[in-house]
């Protein structure tokens, strides 16, 4: 039996607003180059990279002449959200195993469509079509596809985030995972009896 951590409510959603977000770590392994190149192909659209790190100014250089490209450095939680909630869906290109991110929990938390890569971790959390899109691991290619997707289909993309919305009440709620933790302990009480 797996045991997701709890994530707190952000409080209702807002309805979708445009573009995507990147909420993180500006470093190699979370693949924010990767996101940048595949945003070259869509036309600019807003795209808004919340964080810092030690590639913040690489990536800045790399972003610059993009449109629809912007930086908000790093942010409080509550601004972090709030960038989230004015994104129309959230990406998560890291190239590393994320185990679990609280950045893509959150963003299901507040009704938005997740971009993760395949063969991670973070397929858990996305079911393809259903609560966001999966791309080919490293792919800039793919990942421009799977936000192009998304960009050019708001009714789609609403429809994921809601879903997404749903499973994260399901699983991440405060109140799912009490249930879930007590459970384990059950179990694990029956176990050793």
């Not at 908000?72 to 290109?93: E, I, K, M, S, T």
């Not at 994320?98 to 890569?117: G, K, N």
Request: glycine content about 10%; some cysteine.
């Amino acid at each position: 039996m797996t045991k997701p951590n709890p994530v707190a409510d952000p409080g209702p959603p807002t309805p979708p607003g445009e573009g995507a977000v990147y909420v993180g770590r500006l470093s190699h392994e979370k693949g924010v180059d990767l996101l940048i190149e595949a945003w070259r192909a869509q036309g600019g659209a807003p795209l808004t990279i919340v964080g810092g790190g030690p590639e913040e100014a690489r990536l800045r250089a790399l972003a610059d002449g993009i449109p629809g490209v912007r930086f908000l450095g790093p942010q409080d939680h509550g601004r972090a959200l709030a960038a989230v909630a004015a994104a129309a869906f959230a990406v998560v290109p890291s190239r590393c195993y994320e185990v679990f991110p609280s950045a893509a929990v959150e963003a299901q938390a507040c009704a938005r469509a997740l971009i993760v890569p395949r063969g991670t971790a973070l397929t858990d959390f996305v079911e393809p079509g259903r609560t966001g899109l999966h791309f080919d691991f490293g792919d800039a290619a793919d990942l421009a596809r799977a936000c192009r997707e998304l960009l050019h289909a708001a009714a789609f993309t609403r429809a994921l985030g809601e879903e997404a919305r749903v499973k994260a009440e399901e699983r991440y709620a405060e109140g799912p995972a009490l249930a879930r933790l007590e459970a384990v302990y059950e179990r694990v009480v029956r176990a050793s009896a």
